[in-house]
């Protein structure tokens, strides 16, 4: 089905998140849209799907203008969405979560929905079974049974908003072959994405927005030059993948650790990290790769002391922790940035001073001026795009991580960061890692966990692989290359790898 | 053991108006909604409903009134919240005090008078059954209702689609919305529906439980049913079992009023509704985090069933409980 759009114009107060935006992707096509945060991509998107509506210029269904009311409308229409986080029904079975206000004609009974799902989930490939309930799916599985779900409810053309991220290499690559068959049969699909390498992987064509507007010659042909793209999506400057600034550290044994692990053994749910001896070196920053709840989770816990083991001792330069609360491993100097920033990291409403007052040490009276002179030295050396008066929630995602990492003390000594660029576009991810690699090299170790490779191998000077809740040994990076990882991420050949496999219990 | 029949025939029947009641806020809060007017609109609902009754000389006008202040209260809440975005609770809370006044006020000329009441129906052929009989064929019409509201409201949430839509509404409203789902309007719907419920329960107990109206009629019941739905989970069967304790509770504490003449008759009026809140909290204990590490230190064979029993027990709220819904 060929979904069209001319002259499409939506503002939000004085914002033109897309202003007269042409764009014509074909059916039988898989089109990728490429954009920084903020470049209007989800507003397009909303657009189409019936989230939005536009205020000025059409959206044309095989040519013919529409109006979408709501998401239903256009989903009857033949247009569906996967949101980058699954809008199913977390207490519901997946067979629940397909029939749940599906119409009539499309499943008529509980038993033609089971057969369905069962058919399309054979036939794309995915590992999705009727009565999961969707509590124990990954976000990979979710997203399956969405497409499974559009697809049974009558849509010819599929939107996905960033679909890989949080779900596992092996999800996405089932992903892609599903997205290729679902094209090579007729169906549309529109590929949102601010990845170069899975656009250039997967699509046809490939149009760039950039401040709301449709960047070059709208939809061009794959393959395009790397260095094109991006200086289509980020408007010039100097966006050649990142050079290392600073020489790569490791392989020097000489180094003291920080944190050294002594048969450990920690629970969390159903995952069991058991016997684990670990030392990790100071003034290093290690990657913890693996499929998502492979047992990372598990060990930065362990490391700010959020979690305590069952069994086995946990030192930190020499010092025994045992028994010791977050906030002792704070006195010593372990800061934690979590992934979900404003669950765990900042309070939203709070200002961004507010946030530099609670920081401040004892005392009845907040020193309201001390809390903005350190907001403001915050906001220039870290460049927040910010007043000190901000409320942290008005700020962007990546503001929001310069903003966490500006809190966190100087003569911090280790630093332990779940997914410190989850959801950043490309230049506030490097310009995190810039801060996290000047921390590095003023001595401060920096322990972080992704679903990113790239991130994984751009940035650490050791990797540790987790499969299943068993850990490889620290390996340095310069060892690595993608395939070896992506390997090791999937299991095949951990043993050799794996440094404590003679020392593990039966 | 006939005795014990009785006491327990006197039980179901005694639970009816809480079962009506229950039924009415599962359905309202499983769309999302919480009606913290319940205890209110319940004696406006037995107050207007014994008046129309009384006036109009109609059982069935008696109760249709007592539905319509119920789904009316339940109206006026959804309007102020749902439309206009104000706080559910802290406009439930206010209905409640207003129609409790409100009842007080208008039901001044009812008050001590004599009027209709549902007349007793044993089912033919079937009452004369032993034991089953005058366990569940004895009663009025209104009781054997709320024997088949629950089978009803049961079967409606959890095997029909448009129970399964309602209670998406409950859990997460923008996945319904996505799916082309008018949702304001279907919580407005369900929202009636239980408020309509919640009135026939008042007018259960004006015009046959504890017939007539009097100053604060119902005395606080609309506060242990709120409680019950949430201690029960917000699961139908889980929700009537609460309902049928805290009857026999009550009846507990009316027989050993004779057993305790020394006792302040105070004490056995509030009794029941003490026990039933610490039966609830106990319940909700369990399925804490210290118990689950009591748990843990159990031997097998005794640890999966007991967890199994927990998991059963800690049913978690629907998880958009009272928040407001705006369209993207």
């Given at each position: 089905m060929e979904v069209s759009v001319h002259n499409l114009t939506k503002t939000f107060g004085t914002l033109r998140a897309n202003d007269n935006i042409s764009l014509r992707f074909a059916g039988g096509q898989i089109h990728g849209i490429l954009g920084e945060n903020g470049a209007g991509k989800s507003t397009l998107m909303k657009l189409l799907s019936g989230f939005l509506r536009p205020d000025g210029g059409e959206i044309l269904f095989e040519a013919k203008p529409v109006a979408l009311g709501d998401p239903g409308a256009a989903l009857r229409a033949g247009v569906g969405m996967v949101h980058q986080e699954p809008l199913d029904v977390p207490g519901f079975s997946a067979l629940e979560n397909l029939l749940c206000a599906a119409p009539r004609w499309a499943l008529p009974s509980r038993i033609e929905a089971r057969n369905t799902l069962t058919v399309l989930a054979g036939r794309l490939g995915f590992s999705v079974a009727p009565d999961d309930p969707i509590s124990a799916l990954t976000v990979g599985q979710r997203q399956q049974l969405e497409i499974i779900r559009l697809l049974a409810c009558g849509a010819r053309a599929l939107i996905l908003d960033?679909?890989?991220?949080?779900?596992?290499a092996a999800q996405a690559r089932s992903l892609f072959v599903a997205l290729r068959r679902l094209a090579s049969e007729g169906n549309t699909v529109i590929f949102v994405s601010h990845k170069l390498d899975e656009v250039a992987e997967l699509c046809h064509t490939v149009s760039v927005l950039r401040a709301g507007q449709v960047v070059g010659e709208g939809q061009m042909g794959v393959p395009q030059p790397q260095d094109r793209l991006l200086k289509m999506m980020f408007g010039g400057g100097d966006h050649t993948p990142?050079?290392?600034e600073t020489p790569r550290r490791g392989g020097s044994p000489a180094v003291p650790s920080a944190w050294r692990l002594e048969g450990i053994t920690a629970r969390e749910g159903n995952l069991v990290l058991a016997g684990l001896d670990l030392d990790i070196p100071a003034g290093s920053v290690v990657g913890l790769a693996g499929l998502e709840g492979s047992g990372q989770q598990i060990l930065l816990r362990l490391l700010c002391g959020q979690i305590r083991p069952s069994a086995g001792r946990l030192r930190m330069a020499g010092a025994d922790m045992a028994g010791a609360s977050p906030a002792i491993f704070r006195t010593c100097g372990v800061e934690y940035l979590p992934a979900d920033r404003l669950v765990e990291g900042v309070v939203g409403p709070l200002t961004l001073a507010e946030h530099f007052a609670l920081l401040?040490?004892?005392?009845?009276?907040?020193?309201r001026h001390a809390a903005e002179d350190a907001a403001r030295a915050a906001i220039a050396g870290y460049d927040i795009r910010a007043v000190p008066d901000s409320p942290i929630l008005s700020l962007s995602g990546g503001n929001q991580q310069r903003a966490m990492l500006a809190m966190i003390p100087e003569n911090t000594r280790a630093l332990v960061c779940e997914q410190p660029t989850r959801g950043l576009d490309v230049a506030s991810a490097r310009a995190i890692w810039g801060r996290l690699l000047a921390r590095r090299d003023a001595g401060c170790t920096v322990v972080f966990a992704t679903a990113d490779l790239d991130e994984i191998l751009d940035y650490s000077d050791y990797v540790l692989v987790f499969f299943a809740g068993r850990v490889s040994r620290l390996l340095p990076c310069a060892e690595l290359r993608v395939p070896r990882l992506a390997e090791l991420i999937g299991g095949v050949g951990f043993e050799a790898a794996d440094g404590r496999a003679k020392a593990n219990p039966q | 053991m006939q005795q014990l029949l009785i006491d327990l025939a006197a039980v179901l029947a005694a639970a009816a108006p809480l079962i009506f009641a229950t039924m009415g806020e599962t359905i309202s809060e499983r769309a999302g909604v919480i009606n913290l007017s319940l205890d209110g609109s319940m004696l406006l609902a037995a107050m207007v409903g014994f008046a129309a009754a009384s006036i109009s000389g109609s059982l069935s006008v008696g109760f249709a009134a007592a539905a319509l202040v119920g789904a009316l209260v339940a109206l006026i809440l959804g309007a102020l919240?749902?439309?206009?975005?104000?706080s559910q609770t802290a406009v439930g809370f206010v209905l409640a005090l207003l129609c409790t006044d409100l009842s007080s006020f208008l039901g001044a000329p009812y008050a001590r008078k004599p009027g209709p009441a549902v007349p007793h129906a044993p089912v033919p052929g079937m009452?004369?059954?032993?034991?089953i009989g005058p366990l569940l064929f004895s009663h009025d019409l209104l009781i054997y209702a709320s024997f088949l509201l629950l089978p009803a409201v049961w079967w409606f949430l959890y095997r029909t689609r448009a129970g399964l839509v309602l209670r998406a509404l409950g859990e997460r409203p923008q996945t319904a919305y996505a799916r082309g789902v008018p949702v304001i309007r279907l919580r407005y719907l369900y929202m009636i529906l239980g408020g309509a419920l919640v009135g026939i329960a008042g007018a259960a107990y004006s015009l046959d439980l504890k017939q007539g109206w009097s100053y604060?009629?119902?005395?606080?019941t609309g506060w242990i049913a709120l409680a019950i739905v949430i201690f029960g989970g917000w699961q139908p069967w889980r929700v009537a079992i609460g309902c049928y304790l805290f009857a026999a509770l009550q009846a507990l504490a009316s027989r050993s009023q004779s057993v305790l003449p020394g006792m302040p008759t105070q004490v056995f009026q509030v009794a029941p509704f003490v026990l039933m809140i610490v039966v609830l909290a106990l319940i909700n204990l369990l399925s804490s985090p210290t118990a689950a590490r009591r748990l843990a230190a159990l031997p097998k064979p005794l640890r999966h069933p007991a967890e199994r029993f927990v998991a059963w027990l800690a049913t978690p709220a629907p998880a958009a409980l009272g928040q407001p819904f705006q369209r993207p």
């Open positions: 960033e679909p890989t991220t949080g779900i596992s990142a050079p290392r401040q040490p004892g005392g009845m009276i907040i020193k | 919240s749902l439309s206009l975005g104000q009452s004369d059954i032993p034991v604060r009629h119902t005395f606080g």
